[in-house]
C-alpha cells in the first residue's frame, strides 16, 4: 500500500457508520480522519554522535550550568498506527538546529556560527500506554536554504518506522522550503506543519500538539535515489557520505 490517507475502505465504512448514527456529527468526526505522516529526508545530520544526555528535555545537559540558548518550545502528542490505536512499543527520537542553526554532527556547524554547547541537539523518548511522547526543545535556529524545522525518526528497536520533520505554521520560508514543498498532498503537508502558541508560562515559551501516524510505505527506492527520502522498508539507510546539504 502507498496510500497517503486512510485505505477508502476504511472510509467508507466510517463514512456508512457515521450516516448510520444519524449523521449529526458526521461533519466533525470525519474531519478527524486520519492523514498517515509522510516520510522525510532524512538529511545529513543525524549526530554522528551522540550527546551522553539523551532524554526528551533538550533544553538541558547533565552538567550544563544553563539552559540551551533560544525560545523554548514544547510539543507532543500521540503516536498512532493506522487504525488510530496508540503505539506503545515504540520511540520518538528529535534531532534539529540549535539557536545557531548547527547540529551534534562533525559537519554540523554553519560556517561563521558556533554550536551551543549546552544544548542537547538530539533526544529519544519511548512511548507511554497511551502512545503519547513528548519533547521539550528550542525553536530551531535557521540555516541557509532551510526553514525551521525539527528532524522526527519513529523507531521500534533498531527498526526505523519512519523518518520525518515538523514545521512551525506561519514561517515566512515554509512556502520556499523544497523539502517540506516536496510532500504534494496537501493533507499531508499540513499534517507536519502545527500552530506553536504562547504555553501560558508568561516566558514566550511555545507548545504544540502533534500526533504521528504510522503506515505509510517508505517512498519508492527508483524515486529516492539523488534525493535521499528515506530508508528501504524495514531498515534505516546507509549513510551515502555525500557532503553536506541544506537539509
Ligand atoms: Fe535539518
Not at 523554548?72 to 498506527?81: A, N, P, V
Not at 545557531?100 to 523518548?125: A, M, T, W
Not at 519513529?154 to 514543498?181: F, I, S
Not at 524495514?234 to 553536506?244: T, V
Request: proline share 9%.
Amino acid at each position: 500500500m502507498n496510500s497517503f490517507h486512510i485505505p477508502s475502505s476504511r472510509r467508507r465504512l466510517l463514512k456508512s457508520f457515521l450516516a448510520g448514527a444519524g449523521g449529526i456529527l458526521a461533519g466533525d468526526i470525519y474531519a478527524e480522519a486520519l492523514t498517515l505522516t509522510p516520510w522525510q529526508t532524512e538529511g545529513p545530520y543525524f549526530p554522528d554522535h551522540l550527546p551522553l544526555d539523551q532524554d526528551n528535555d533538550l533544553t538541558k545537559i547533565i552538567g550544563g550550568t544553563a539552559p540551551a540558548g533560544g525560545v523554548i518550545t514544547e510539543f507532543g502528542g500521540r503516536l498512532l498506527d493506522l487504525d488510530g490505536k496508540p503505539v506503545t512499543d515504540a520511540a520518538v527520537e528529535l534531532w534539529q538546529a540549535d539557536n545557531n542553526g548547527c547540529y551534534i554532527h562533525s559537519r554540523g556547524v554553519q560556517k561563521g556560527k558556533e554550536r551551543d554547547p549546552l544544548f542537547q541537539g538530539y533526544g529519544k523518548i519511548a512511548t507511554n500506554e497511551k502512545g503519547e511522547y513528548r519533547f521539550r526543545t528550542i525553536k530551531p535556529g535557521l540555516y541557509t536554504g532551510r526553514t525551521r524545522h525539527y528532524h522526527i525518526a519513529v523507531v521500534r528497536g533498531k527498526e526505523r518506522l519512519l523518518t520525518t520533520q515538523l514545521y512551525h505554521a506561519g514561517e515566512p520560508q515554509n512556502d520556499r522550503d523544497r523539502v517540506l514543498n516536496h510532500i504534494k498532498d496537501e493533507e499531508q503537508r499540513l499534517s507536519v506543519i502545527r500552530p506553536f502558541t504562547e504555553s501560558g508560562s508568561g516566558k514566550g515559551e511555545l507548545v504544540a500538539t502533534w500526533d504521528i501516524v504510522l503506515g505509510m510505505t517508505p517512498p519508492d527506492p527508483e524515486e529516492r535515489r539523488g534525493r535521499r527520502m528515506g530508508p528501504p522498508p524495514g531498515g534505516r539507510p546507509p549513510r551515502d557520505g555525500a557532503p553536506p546539504r541544506n537539509e
